[in-house]
């Protein structure tokens, strides 16, 4: 079985930073991606970042380019999403993902900006995070 645990949300002024962590379990593939979704209260949920198990190579949403920055650490099998700057448009839920097999890549969808296939996906519980003015 597949277990993603997201921590490190919480409520900051704009400008500040927050780091996201996502402790997965039961997830062995070194062929596929991971990424960070968010979504707010009303709108679709949207990809921010992803990378690639087998090397590291990053996406990241338009959005957020410049101020976000994915990672992981495979011994510890965790993925990292370091937010800086802030501000109240990204105020939401943050999912961490992991890639199934058939399913589109979730480095494309990132990338592409697509809309993320969440039945066919693994996911987290979800973290708040919340920006104020």
């Known amino acids: 079985q597949v277990q993603l645990v997201e921590s490190g949300g919480g409520s900051v002024q704009a400008g500040g930073s927050l780091r996201l962590s996502c402790a997965a379990s039961g997830y062995t593939y070194s062929s596929k991606c991971m990424g960070w979704f968010r979504q707010a209260p009303g709108k679709e949920r949207e990809g921010v970042a992803a990378?690639?198990?087998?090397?590291?190579?990053?996406y990241y949403s338009d959005s957020v380019k410049g101020r976000f920055t994915i990672s992981q650490d495979n011994a510890k099998n965790t993925v990292f999403l370091q937010m800086n700057n802030l501000n109240p448009e990204d105020t939401g839920m943050y999912y961490c993902?992991?890639?199934?097999?058939?399913?589109?890549?979730?480095?494309?969808?990132?990338?592409?900006?697509?809309?993320?296939?969440?039945?066919?996906?693994?996911w987290g519980q979800g973290t708040q995070v919340t920006v104020s003015s």
């Open positions: 990378i690639f198990r087998g090397g590291g190579r990053t």
């Open positions: 993902a992991a890639e199934r097999r058939g399913a589109t890549s979730l480095c494309t969808v990132v990338a592409g900006g697509f809309r993320p296939e969440q039945g066919l996906n693994y």
